[in-house]
């Protein structure tokens, strides 16, 4: 079983730049989906960005398009979220997500990691 470990949140103005890291542990990495999902206060988690286990990033959320880009590093075990032009509606708690094989497996029943707390304010 994959164990995440996320890091790279904090506090940023609006407008500045994060790059949140999940570190895996185990073997098989490169055989995992990968997802950033975040969580908004008092609402569900929901799909930032995907990327699959070729390294194509997918299901990027409409809300960060643009400004939001998912990547994968198989030699490190890591998968990246890189956040640009970040704005206060971006201030959620982020999460890691492993999926054995396939991207529907990650939505569906994968493993998550602690989360990364990223607030944006002046």
């Known amino acids: 079983q994959v164990q995440l470990v996320e890091t790279g949140g904090g506090l940023v103005q609006p407008g500045g730049s994060l790059r949140l890291s999940c570190a895996a542990s185990g073997r098989d990495f490169s055989f995992y989906a990968m997802g950033w999902y975040r969580q908004f206060p008092g609402a569900q988690r929901e799909l930032v960005a995907a990327?699959?286990?070729?390294?194509?990033?997918?299901n990027y959320a409409d809300s960060v398009k643009g400004r939001f880009t998912i990547s994968r590093d198989n030699a490190k075990n890591t998968v990246y979220l890189q956040m640009n032009t970040l704005k206060p509606a971006d201030t959620a708690v982020y999460y890691c997500?492993?999926?054995?094989?396939?991207?529907?497996?990650?939505?569906?029943?994968?493993?998550w990691g602690q989360g990364t707390q990223v607030t944006v304010s002046s």
């Open positions: 990327i699959t286990r070729g390294g194509n990033p997918t």
């Open positions: 997500r492993a999926g054995w094989l396939s991207v529907q497996t990650m939505s569906s029943r994968g493993t």
